[in-house]
């Protein structure tokens, strides 16, 4: 099976790399162009093709801005049969669907959470439950037939990073198993009905308050390592610990310092906040900051 493999950041080089170490015959790779990274403006690679370039650079890499007529012909020069893509970042053309099955892993349990932003979502939702879904995909967003879902139980808090670490390799497992057994599946059509939809994160998505403690950890979660969650202020707050869902203070309200950490009451809930940075300066733990603003116990955090 000519496999041709459509992916950009470390959740798709983790599938890439299973599917490489199985044996699938990876005739090419197309992934977003090198960006300019850092002061000088060096141009870096995606994950998928530093991988690539580092293990196996016998495989073409195709780099297109968009897929266009000129990348259409180059995808079909290399005569695919399945096309597998995992977080490439834009939009396929019908042309490029229709020229052979194109197998979407997608970080959720579907008809759940379809768009950017899957593991974000599941995380804010606190499900009791995470899962990834292989789709064959049509001309919409995330509503192809379903080939295949892996899931597990929730056994800790989760952060973004740690989630998509665990579920990239369930991906990847999943995947590889559905390339496997492909001619055996039966599709399953999507209960459409039940579809609920998640949206591209911005930075402003990390604004939180101190009205309930549960809310602002469920963000600290989903947004780690960005955009983080920060204050009206623009104080972003690190390291948080959820210690109580049902008391009430004060919002802001600083209760008592822990080690170098905070506790800091919210209408709803306690957090605990190890770290602390102010717009423009480093981040410093809890209670240097509150050291520095001279802020005491019973003081407002804000």
Not at 211 to 233: C, I, N
Request: glycine share 8%; aromatic share 6%; charged share 20%.
């Amino acid at each position: 099976m000519r496999v041709l493999f459509m992916g950009t950041p470390q959740f798709a080089r983790v599938v890439l790399q299973q599917l490489v170490l199985e044996g699938f015959d990876i005739v090419g790779l197309v992934t977003q162009p090198s960006k300019p990274f850092g002061r000088h403006h060096t141009p870096k690679d995606s994950a998928t093709k530093a991988f690539i370039l580092e293990n196996h650079p016998n495989i073409p890499i195709l780099e297109p801005h968009k897929i266009d007529a000129k990348a259409l012909q180059a995808i079909a020069a290399l005569k695919p049969d399945k096309i597998v893509v995992v977080a490439y970042g834009k939009i396929l053309p019908q042309a490029l669907l229709d020229m052979a099955p194109c197998l979407n892993l997608h970080g959720s349990i579907l008809p759940q959470f379809r768009g950017a932003s899957p593991m974000q979502e599941m995380i804010l939702h606190d499900l009791p439950q995470f899962g990834v879904s292989v789709i064959l995909m049509d001309a919409q967003m995330d509503t192809g037939d379903i080939l295949g879902v892996a899931s597990f139980e929730k056994d800790k808090d989760y952060n973004l990073q740690d989630l998509g670490a665990r579920l990239a390799l369930l991906g990847a497992e999943l995947m590889a198993s559905v390339l496997r057994n492909y001619e055996d599946i039966t599709p399953t059509p999507q209960e459409h009905s039940q579809a609920t939809y998640c949206k591209k994160i911005s930075k402003v998505d990390g604004l939180v308050d101190f009205s309930e403690a549960r809310q602002v950890y469920l963000k600290y979660l989903a947004y780690y390592p960005w955009p983080g969650v920060f204050l009206p202020s623009g104080l972003k707050l690190f390291g948080l610990e959820l210690l109580s869902v049902a008391q009430e203070h004060p919002e802001g309200k600083i209760l008592t310092l822990d080690g170098e950490g905070v506790l800091v009451g919210c209408a709803k809930g306690v957090l605990k906040i190890a770290q602390l940075q102010a717009p423009g300066k480093q981040k410093v733990a809890a209670k240097s900051y509150l050291s520095g603003k001279r802020l005491k116990i019973g003081d407002i955090l804000s």
